[in-house]
T-cell receptor, first 108, second 115 residues
């Protein structure tokens, strides 16, 4: 079983839409959680860390449910520039485990 | 802003040739990672260093891949001989060894094409 599982998409949404991505992780000892964004043929870049209390950064909201081993990312008011692949990442004992990514296409 | 430096950005090599990639992590970052990312997949760890020591190389194909970080700063990843299936993006990342909240910072990657 993969450490981190994500729906690969693609999610095709119109500008202004709200879209949600989900991710599950298999090891309950995982310690910290992140969403990274990766543009085509570029390196992954940190979008936001994810905390049990939930956290928000502008149009982006991330949630963590440790009991269900589930992480989510909500994007409100989607912009064309949000088109990218979103990678769910967990850290356990200083090792980072990546999902395969969820592709988002925001259309005009 | 501090960055992870990688070179070259692109490399085309013939199969059976040797190829090497270089990475200079963010200053002060004790942990250095080499990942391989195949198109459409997430990055997969090849090797992890803590200072100059290898922490995890369980997924490194040691018959053809080698990695070193001699002085605990920059690092080199080598493939010899290259095979067609090695075509991928090779990403270097570094992180502070400051506990569970530390994020990984990535370099721009080396895109390898083996022909």
């Amino acid at each position: 079983r993969k450490e981190v599982e994500q729906d690969p998409g693609p999610f095709n949404v119109p500008e202004g839409a709200t879209v949600a991505f989900n991710c599950t992780y298999s090891n309950s000892a995982s310690q910290s959680f992140f969403w990274y964004r990766q543009d085509c043929r570029k390196e992954p870049k940190l979008l936001m860390s994810v905390y049990s209390s939930g956290n928000e950064d502008g149009r982006f909201t991330a949630q963590l449910n440790r009991a269900s081993q589930y992480i989510s990312l909500l994007i409100r008011d989607s912009k064309l520039s949000d088109s990218a692949t979103y990678l769910c990442v967990v850290n356990r004992f200083n090792k980072f485990y990546f999902g395969s990514g969820t592709k988002l296409n925001v259309k005009p | 802003e501090a960055e992870v430096a990688q070179s070259p950005r692109y490399k085309i090599t013939e199969k059976s040739q040797a190829v090497a990639f270089w990475c200079d992590p963010i200053s002060g970052h004790a942990t250095l990672y080499w990942y391989r990312q195949i198109l459409g997949q997430g990055p997969e760890l090849l090797v992890q260093f803590q200072d100059e020591s290898v922490v995890d190389d369980s997924q490194l194909p040691k018959d053809r891949f080698s990695a070193e970080r001699l002085k605990g700063v920059d690092s080199t990843l080598k493939i010899q001989p290259a095979e067609l299936g090695d075509s991928a993006m090779y990403l270097c990342a570094s992180s502070l060894d400051s506990g569970e909240a530390a994020e990984a910072f990535f370099g721009q990657g080396t895109r390898l094409t083996v022909v």
